[in-house]
């Protein structure tokens, strides 16, 4: 079946330092991919998404692009700040099932940004 | 401000008993709503999808029995944890989405711990 994988963490980097957090994906079909991020005792939240190959997602500062030839959709952000540290959750949703809302999560990437 | 509301935030139940879990869209309608249940670093998993006025269906592997769904009115679902054992101990999580749009919004989750 479909499936989410992310790098483990925590990341920990200092503010202002380039920020990678690893994407693949294993899907039939076309999906469509996004990033939720999770502010301490919040809820989820859409960070970004990409609806097919090669589109670039942003937000925030944050970027991500639908690379079907490598199954990946990696976030990237150029200067991190404190501020952004929460998990990122990567997920995905069967572009062919009506049913927007059913999504197939990574396992969450704890991002720890120090001053 | 959040769209999606869950209550309790926090729960302590002992074996045996059954603890209720509401979802409510606060500014919306929802017809379909989505129950997903997360273990420690692991996935978001799908469990449910609550659909308003008929019978939840439910993922694979789920007893319906023992998570009991209710989609009573168009703003309001409930997930009931029925004989609660310490291995249902999770993050329980809903989302839901407009009826008018394809934006999913996530409740700020749910800790339940079983003694």
């Not at chain 1, 952000?77 to 999560?105: E, H, P, R, W």
């Not at chain 2, 879990?21 to 609550?50: G, H, N, V």
């Amino acid at each position: 079946g479909d499936s989410v994988t992310q790098m483990e963490g925590p990341v920990t980097l200092s503010e202002e330092a380039f920020l990678t957090i690893n994407c693949t994906y294993t899907a039939t079909g076309y999906p469509s991919l996004f990033w939720y991020v999770q502010y301490p005792g919040e809820g989820l939240q859409l960070l970004l998404k990409a609806t097919k190959a090669d589109d670039k997602g942003s937000n925030k500062g944050f970027e991500a692009t639908y690379r079907k030839e490598t199954t990946s959709f990696h976030l990237e952000k150029g200067s991190v700040q404190v501020s952004d540290s929460a998990v990122y959750f990567c997920a995905l949703s069967d572009a062919g099932s009506s049913n927007t809302g059913k999504l197939i999560f990574g396992q969450g990437t704890t991002l720890q940004v120090k001053p | 401000g959040a769209v999606v509301s869950q209550h309790p935030s926090w729960v302590i139940c002992k074996s045996g008993t059954s603890v209720k879990i509401e979802c409510r869209s606060l500014d919306f309608q929802a017809t379909t709503m989505f129950w997903y249940r997360q273990f420690p670093k692991q996935s978001l998993m799908l469990m449910a999808t609550s659909n308003e006025g008929s019978k939840a269906t439910y993922e694979q592997g789920v007893e319906k029995d023992k998570f009991l769904i209710n989609h009573a009115s168009l703003t309001l679902s409930t997930l009931t944890v029925t004989s609660a054992h310490p291995e249902d101990s999770s993050f329980y999580i809903c989302s839901a989405g407009r009826v008018s749009g394809n934006t999913i919004y996530f409740g700020e989750g749910s800790w339940l711990t079983v003694v």
